[in-house]
């Protein structure tokens, strides 16, 4: 295996069709199927199985794709550690983060970091919390900012709150909630299990949900339509002013928090971009 290999089976893993991956390597077709035969004969077993729509890869395949994200992965930070120039800015950096904090949180705080250190290339990904945090597990990313509160054994931080609230058309009693249709958003976990959770301790029993949607934009809509009520947390407000926000408490009369947190490794000051954003976020949140 060589460079050329890897690019060849990152690209047909993102395609799983060998005609999308000759067209996006400007490679023909017959020398990509070859290609393929003779890994599978370098390694001795199959690695794809070839069907009418496309290219799927065998469980020794998969672990063949692990290796490789490993060794560009390790690569890349390899090359982080040692190609700067002296007394320049340098490095790269990626993140994984929640739709939430994609959407509300980190725009600010990534556009003072990038003004800041222009020279730091900066690289987001957003998506499900714990997908993203599953990543991160496996070195895909080297800072990872969701709401879902794990045990990590390394470096992490709290650096945001926001306090949930019902959000509704019109005023509400929270006596009647357990009879009001709610709204939840489903894909986010994090929320979800705080929601119930509060449910749960203050009616003993969960909302009555009449729909599940897949983002808290949808969320929100449908709240503005009359369709029930919706707990989220308070920074959405910002753009919807036309709703009724009103904070909720625990049944010891406190604030309900929607936490963010960053995890990171311990040695994060071996890539430099990596240290100068912790350093970056560290004076942020003194601000």
């Known amino acids: 295996m060589d460079d050329k290999d890897f690019v060849l089976l990152k690209t047909l893993y993102k395609e799983k ?9 400007f490679i023909s077709q017959p020398a990509i199927s ?11 077993c199959q690695l794809f199985i070839r069907q009418p729509r496309g290219i799927v890869f065998t469980p020794q395949g998969e672990v063949l794709m692990r290796f490789i994200d490993q060794t560009n992965d390790g690569y890349r930070r390899v090359k982080n550690m040692i190609s700067s120039p002296v007394g320049e800015t340098f490095g790269s950096l990626t993140i994984a983060c ?6 509300y949180e980190l725009p600010q705080l990534l556009s003072g970091f990038t003004k800041e250190n222009p020279g730091v290339e900066v690289s987001v990904r957003s998506g499900i919390g714990s997908t993203c945090y599953g990543d991160f597990l496996k070195g ?7 709401h879902s509160d794990f045990n990590w054994a390394e470096e992490k931080r709290k650096i ?5 609230c019902l959000f509704s058309k019109d005023p509400i009693s929270l006596d009647k909630l357990p009879q009001t249709p709610c709204i939840h958003c489903i894909s986010n976990t994090a929320l979800r299990s705080l929601t119930d959770n ?7 029993e969960k909302p009555r949900t009449r729909i599940e949607t897949a983002s808290m934009d949808s969320a929100i809509k449908m709240v503005q339509q009359g ?7 308070e920074i959405c407000a910002r753009e919807v002013p036309d709703l009724c926000v009103t904070p909720i408490q625990s ?14 490794r311990s040695q994060y000051q071996l890539n430099k971009g990596m240290q100068l954003f912790i350093e970056y976020v560290d004076e942020y949140l003194k601000k």
Not at 227 to 233: D, E, T
């Open 17 to 25: 069709n060998i005609t999308h991956t000759a067209k996006r390597l």
């Open 251 to 264: 049944v010891k009369g406190e604030p309900v928090p929607y936490d963010a947190w960053m995890y990171y």
């Open 98 to 103: 929640s739709e939430f904090v994609t959407r």
């Open 198 to 204: 509060w449910g749960y301790s203050k009616f003993r």
């Open 140 to 146: 895909k990313f080297d800072v990872c900012i969701i």
């Open 227 to 233: 369709l029930g009520f919706s707990l989220l947390p």
């Open 34 to 44: 070859d290609r393929l035969k003779r890994l599978e004969a370098e390694f001795g």
């Open 160 to 164: 945001w709150s926001s306090n949930l």
